[in-house]
């Protein structure tokens, strides 16, 4: 089989026909699941009616979330997708953190037990202050989707509290990873304060001293509210998803 660009992505990406047979694969995807032919196979029971459903739909600008199965076990993912043609469909997997939900769940037990007693109250404090500082971190992962880009997915209320503990770390992943351009998506955002905007303000300024555009994708009303003076200010660059910005991108990007 001739394997396209595809195959270098460093996630798990597939290119369909219309029957949702594989035509590629990334390396990646072929590592997770071995030989593929067929999509709807590496889906466990409960998701496959779902995928065949909103895959069909050609302009959703929505990932699908979809349960996948692998000799390891399962995990989730979302599943972002185009269609180039009525013949062809391009996806690619991004795995939802597992990490991000054992801290979670590490801090909801450690905040009752310390709801219930006193015992080794500083000590346990601590460890709770440091988790959520994980947490927050965690909330802000940057994802490298090759060709030079780099996603950055933002979860939760973005404040002064968050920004302080994600902004060293993204600015240092940014920097390992080499990117030539920057997504931040809002889509999974809940509020933005007013520290939050001076922040994509303030990091959108840094991007541009390393010589690095920025994107700012799936902003929602509310957010609007707050980021349109840095739209004026900034010459800020909006997509309404991840998609529109891989699609607007050059082949001979690297």
């Not at 939760?156 to 509290?161: I, K, M, P, Y």
């Amino acid at each position: 089989m001739t394997r396209s660009p595809l195959a270098e992505w460093p996630l798990p990406a597939f290119q369909l026909n219309n029957s949702f047979e594989v035509i590629d694969y990334s390396f990646e995807a072929e590592q997770l699941f071995g030989k593929l032919s067929g999509f709807f196979e590496l889906l466990d029971e409960g998701s496959r009616a779902k995928a065949e459903r909103l895959l069909k739909v050609r302009d959703s600008k929505k990932p699908v979330e979809l349960n996948f199965t692998t000799a390891a076990g399962f995990f989730l993912a979302d599943v972002y997708y185009r269609w180039d043609s009525d013949f062809s469909l391009n996806l690619v997997l991004v795995p939802k953190d597992e990490q991000m939900a054992t801290i979670m769940a590490q801090l909801v037990r450690l905040r009752g037990r310390l709801k219930e007693t006193d015992y080794e109250l500083l000590k346990e404090k601590e460890h709770s202050d440091a988790l959520l500082d994980k947490v927050r971190e965690l909330s802000a992962p940057c994802i490298a989707i090759g060709n030079g880009y780099v996603l950055i997915p933002l979860f939760g209320n973005l404040n002064s509290e968050k920004v302080e503990a994600i902004r060293p770390h993204i600015v240092n992943r940014i920097y390992e990873f080499d990117a030539e351009t920057v997504v931040v998506d809002l889509t999974a955002m809940g509020t933005v304060t007013q520290e939050g905007a001076s922040y994509l303000e303030s990091l959108v300024k840094t991007l541009r001293v390393m010589g690095i555009d920025a994107v700012i994708t799936g902003v929602k009303p509310d957010h609007a509210q707050k980021l349109h003076v840095l739209k004026s200010e900034l010459n800020l660059r909006f997509a309404a998803s991840l998609e529109a910005v891989l699609s607007e991108a050059p082949s001979n990007k690297r």
